[in-house]
């Protein structure tokens, strides 16, 4: 280096220019190896956040996956019939048509720290559903307990140690309740109803994170928006199960997004719905993978993407309190001029139209069916209620949460009913809460909704528009639909009550402020090399069942 | 840049700009499909280059050339509109508090360093989100989001446009034409009208040149994100954001979204560069 | 108050203060609850949870309350994901912005700087043309086009690289590169600029004439004087990528707190969106007076800080 610079270098910054630069290398190459995780043996792609990991707080789809991964109920389903089937309880039975179940615990339950899991921890954890501190959206569920007063729990509970109508002997718990519950052991399969450590149950924000699980795997870490990171748990009853020792559930927020990590082969599953315009290309690619196995004369592969029917219906709610809507022959109207198979084309992936509220999916229960399209009889019964050819109809408003599927129905509908009825209908689009939010205050005349039923049996839809119910958000009330779901509530026997909610839901279709349009289809991609994954309409997945096929050479 | 160059890219830039500007207010006249016309049977037809779909379609089977003309208009007048605002609260801030000088010009450069120091986009995204729970309100009073995303522009805008207003005029301020008005007795609002923002026009002008573009660009970040432009209205930061969210290596559509951003890339290539013309024009 | 670096300090304190002030404001004054979902909550819980949220108090109180967590540094339970506290949020998800944001200046710096120093030392008509049109075409696309070509060239079709996650080094290349290059043409303009200065005046050529060859006369005459205006340029180019960081995060679904914030305040979370937005706010002003001091410090003359 030449020793004079003729003054040159004095004025400028020289080596400390470089500095920084260093700074920044030491940095960014420290930094973010550490804020990276490996990867898991098994990865779910889980759709938008987890927003609470409490099986008593929890109510949304994402949250209740990662659930029934960290807990186990007293039952499980068996992902083939839905059935309930032995867990921590190693038996179980009903008594007095479903006014009694008893369950027997299984000796020598842990949770994944090594503490004994007992009938105690099954009592206080329902203890905390009920209690109105708890913020339990479930708590209803267990408000038919023999004794308890649902106006005057927090009372009622802090009166006491126990549950009323509960009866626990060492292992064997005996539930009586003041009118037939018989779905009582599928609903203990549900996370709402399972039993919580006593670190979690403190509800205090020093435990959060820490407390240990009961099903076959444990937390390891949370990342809010980024991933849930479970590995195997070792007092899991079922052990050695399950075989993956770790299991991650990816936050993905867009479909598309889970839909291309899935082809990029960094996700085994996606487990929420696949984008509603990649249907088509799916379905293609499945047979054209399923082609090229036989031409190869390699075994069948197992399908990545089968739509198969959901437990879940997409409806219209009709706000009853507003004219002209309040009248039965405009909602008829509005009914009969629906395409639904048109409708249920256009949705695709195998979606059936909806002429009922329950999806047809239990044999025993045959759903009674709105009358097909009519165009005449549409606009003959718009003319009885005073609006010929959709004369002086005021121009009526309908409500949708932004989302591209969502958008096409109400755009079809807008021009079915123009075209058949000549109404103006205006679609307005908002953010789901906003819709929520008009729906609670009936500040709405037609909207977009969905229900997807918490148990196999129709009166988890029915209930929905009991007068008193929450989620009604239609304004209708109609003394005899309660009377017959009451009814129905109180029957011993299987078919007589089936007979009843059938009744019922002729009475909500004939009258009712609702319009169905399609029943959804289950639209989850899974990996041809997992294993132990099955179908059906709940959505249900065994997790300890799951397990990564050993990568074989082709 | 050699002033040939100069010249050059000038003209460059502009006849870029008449040839989209023409394309798009021509469109409707052009034999090509409405932009919200859907077609559901037709989503996602890959370029037919000789005749419609000229450019594809997109999702829900709607021609995209003709939404991207759709969309050139939108941006373009989200751009202009935006601009005029944020230059109509900067201008007169920065030569006001260049005219008056003194105490005055520093309370109101305090307020613009307050302004600065905050993550304005942050702000004004933050505040969107929350007008937009008002929505039916304001729609009862003929508002829709596009004029708060006008405001939100002028917010985001109007600082680098008062700087510039607030020199020329402290240098303006000293010409000799102003202190001769200032000595026979003129007053500042008359001097101000007179002689300062006249004066201003051509530096008014780059910083309009060079405003646009940007305040393009913001519309499209702001769509991308939901909070821009609101379907079924379309512009390029719209389509672009869509064409983004459709890309999947089973769909292959490419096109949704390339079609709009090189639209978008060309119009604003040639945005910065007339306003870059101009600036060092005026600079020499 | 004649210390420039308290006064800064000071104003960087009152700035937060008021954007605290008005956020929470506007926060508490909008329609919808933070607590509607799918299932409506029976009135008695949801009393419950406004009330552990303290949402039932006055609104001074409340504020109060507010303006003291944030002193603590403590911002409480998040009121969408109630089981998490904010602050577990902000640990989690700044170090990726942080990383994101860092390796897209890394980037900015190494292409801008290298690309204008070679527009600089080639100066044909095709070159400097090539160069204009490229740093004029990264000014004039949006991030997240570039983002998408990128996915669109190097995930689908080339299938190098993931379309989105994180977790090894290969999942920062293509966010850092969508939302550094924009930055890089700004940057290789302005060190073009300066070296063009630099090649110009007499004391460097003085140096040439005098043999010196040329990797000294590169990092010790020209590099020093390109990164004083670069320097200068970091304080705007931080907040750029402050800005830029939010798309790109929901574009490669990153869990970075820019993704936070837009989900937050669409969520209402009304105490997640107030610490994003203080953080911001102090992220930006601690960015831009770093920038200023590291201008000072490499060029003495530079006054404003």
Not at chain 1, 138 to 157: H, M, S, T, V
Not at chain 3, 13 to 20: E, M, N, P, Q, S
Request: include cysteine.
């Amino acid at each position: 280096m030449l020793p004079d610079m003729d003054g040159f270098g004095g004025n400028g910054p020289g080596w400390k220019a470089y500095l920084p630069a260093l700074a920044w290398f030491a940095v960014v190459f420290i930094g973010i190896p550490a804020c990276s995780p490996p990867p898991a043996e098994l990865v779910v792609a889980n759709g938008p956040d987890v927003q609470i990991l409490d099986p008593q707080k929890a109510t949304s789809a994402p949250d209740g996956r990662v659930l029934h991964a960290l807990f186990c109920g007293l039952t499980q389903l068996n992902p083939e019939s839905l059935k309930p089937e032995p867990a921590l309880a190693e038996a179980f039975g009903q008594e007095r048509g479903g006014r009694g179940w008893w369950f027997q615990l299984r000796p020598n339950l842990r949770w994944s720290d090594g503490r004994p899991l007992t009938g105690e921890d099954v009592v206080a954890s329902w203890r905390r559903l009920l209690h109105p501190k708890t913020g339990a959206a479930y708590r209803n569920w267990l408000f038919p307990l023999e004794g308890l007063d649902p106006n005057n729990l927090a009372q009622q509970l802090e009166q006491r140690q126990d549950l009323p109508g509960v009866h626990l002997d060492g292992l064997r718990l005996e539930v009586r309740f003041s009118i037939p519950v018989p779905a009582f052991a599928e609903m203990c399969a549900y996370h709402a109803l399972m039993p919580v450590p006593p670190s979690l149950r403190q509800d205090s924000p020093s435990t959060q994170g820490s407390w240990p699980s009961s099903g076959p795997y444990q937390l390891q870490r949370r990342v809010i928006r980024d991933r849930i990171r479970l590995s195997a748990n070792p007092y899991y009853w079922r052990a050695p199960k399950p075989e993956a020792k770790s299991l991650d559930f990816l936050t993905v927020e867009s479909q598309f997004t889970a839909l291309n990590l899935f082809l990029a082969g960094e996700v085994h599953l996606v487990a929420t719905d696949v984008p509603a315009l990649a249907v088509p290309a799916l379905l293609e690619r499945e047979e054209v993978l399923r082609r090229q196995a036989r031409e190869h004369g390699r075994q069948p592969r197992t399908a990545e993407f089968d739509p198969v029917p959901y437990w879940a219906c997409y409806f219209y709610r009709i706000n009853v309190t507003r004219t002209p809507l309040q009248d039965r022959k405009v909602r008829q109207a509005l009914n009969l001029a629906v395409d639904r198979k048109a409708l249920a084309a256009m949705v695709g992936a195998r979606r059936p139209p909806a002429y009922s509220l329950v999806p047809p999916l239990i044999p025993d229960y045959q759903p009674p069916e709105l009358p097909r399209r009519n165009p005449e009889k549409a606009r003959q019964l718009l003319a009885e209620a005073g609006f010929p050819k959709g004369e002086n109809f005021p121009p009526i408003e309908l409500l949708y949460n932004s989302a591209e599927i969502h958008r096409d129905v109400a755009e079809s509908l807008q021009a079915q009913w123009q075209e058949v009825l000549g109404i103006e209908v205006r679609l307005y689009n908002q953010e789901w809460k906003v819709v929520l939010d008009a729906q609670n205050r009936l500040q709405y005349d037609l909207s977009r909704s969905s229900w997807i039923g918490d148990y196999l049996d129709p009166s988890t839809f029915l209930e929905v528009f009991r007068s008193d119910s929450p989620h009604n958000r239609c304004g209708w009330e109609d003394p005899e639909y309660d009377r017959l779901l009451d009814q129905a509530q109180l029957c011993e026997q299987r078919q007589p009550r089936l007979a009843l909610l059938q009744q019922a839901e002729q009475r909500l279709l004939q009258y009712g402020p609702i319009l169905p349009l399609f029943y959804y289809t289950t639209l989850e991609l899974v990996s041809s090399d997992l294993r132990g994954y099955v179908r059906n309409p709940r959505g249900y997945v065994d997790w300890a069942a799951l397990s990564l096929a050993k990568s074989e050479e082709p | 840049m050699k002033p040939s160059t100069q010249k050059r890219s000038l003209a460059f830039g502009l006849g870029l700009l008449l040839l989209l500007a023409g394309f798009s207010f021509l469109a409707p006249w052009l034999p090509l499909p409405e932009p919200e016309s859907q077609a559901l049977h037709r989503s996602l037809e890959a370029p037919a280059w000789w005749q419609n779909p000229i450019l594809g379609t997109d999702l829900k089977g709607r021609d995209i050339l003709s939404r991207t003309l759709a969309g050139a208009r939108v941006s373009m007048a989200v751009g202009l509109w935006g601009t005029l605002l944020a230059l109509f609260v900067g201008v007169p801030y920065g030569a006001v508090a260049g005219l008056f000088g003194g105490r005055i010009d520093r309370r109101m450069m305090r307020v613009a360093d307050f302004f600065e120091s905050l993550p304005l986009v942050v702000v004004v995204l933050f505040l969107l989100s929350i007008v937009q729970e008002y929505r039916a309100e304001m729609a009862a009073f003929g508002l829709q989001r596009i004029h708060l995303f006008y405001l939100a522009v002028g917010a985001l805008f109007w600082l680098p446009t008062a700087r510039v207003a607030r020199a020329e005029s402290l240098r303006l301020s000293q010409a000799p034409f102003v202190q001769a008005a200032r000595a026979q007795g003129a007053s500042r609002a008359w001097i101000l009208r007179r002689h300062l923002l006249p004066n201003l026009a051509p530096s008014v002008l780059v910083m309009m040149s060079l405003t646009v573009p940007r305040v393009v660009l913001m519309e499209a970040f702001l769509s991308f994100l939901g909070l821009g432009v609101e379907p079924p209205a379309v512009s390029w930061g719209l389509l672009a954001a869509e064409g983004l969210a459709a890309l999947s290596p089973l769909l292959g559509c490419w096109w949704v979204l390339v079609v709009p951003a090189t639209a978008m890339a060309l119009s604003l290539f040639a945005l910065n560069l007339v306003g870059d013309c101009l600036r060092d024009r005026m600079q020499s | 108050m004649n210390n420039p670096i308290l006064r800064r300090g000071l104003a960087w304190l009152a700035t937060l203060f008021a954007v605290h002030a008005a956020c929470f404001l506007l926060v508490r004054g909008v329609r919808g609850g933070p607590f509607d979902q799918e299932r409506s909550l029976p009135p008695e819980v949801e009393a419950s949870l406004r009330q552990q949220f303290h949402l039932d108090e006055s609104l001074w109180r409340q504020y109060g309350r507010s303006l003291g967590q944030v002193l603590r540094g403590d911002f409480g339970p998040s009121m969408r994901y109630r089981d998490v506290e904010v602050g577990q949020i902000l640990a989690d998800s700044l170090p990726v912005s942080l990383a994101l944001g860092g390796l897209a200046l890394g980037v900015a710096l190494a292409f801008g700087i290298s690309g204008g120093l070679w527009a600089a030392f080639r100066r044909g008509f095709g070159f400097s043309l090539a160069f204009r049109f490229m740093t004029s075409l990264f000014l004039a696309v949006p991030n997240f086009v570039v983002a998408g070509v990128g996915i669109l060239i190097f995930s689908f079709i080339l299938g190098w690289l993931p379309p989105a996650g994180y977790g090894s080094l290969r999942h920062w290349i293509l966010p850092s590169f969508a939302l550094g290059l924009p930055f890089a043409a700004q940057i290789g303009r302005l060190s073009r600029n300066a070296a063009l200065e630099v090649l110009e005046s007499p004391d460097f050529r003085t140096a040439r004439a005098k043999g010196l060859p040329p990797g000294p006369l590169l990092f010790r005459h020209v590099l020093p004087q390109v990164l004083i205006p670069v320097s200068a340029f970091l304080g705007p180019a931080s907040a750029g990528l402050l800005t830029g960081s939010l798309v790109i995060e929901q574009v490669f679904a990153l869990p970075g707190m820019g993704a936070h914030f837009v989900q937050a305040a669409l969520n209402r979370d009304y105490t997640l969106s107030l610490a994003v937005t203080l953080i911001y706010t102090a992220l930006l002003g601690a960015c831009t007076f770093a920038a200023d001091l590291l201008a000072k410090w490499l060029d003495p003359r530079v006054e404003a800080i």
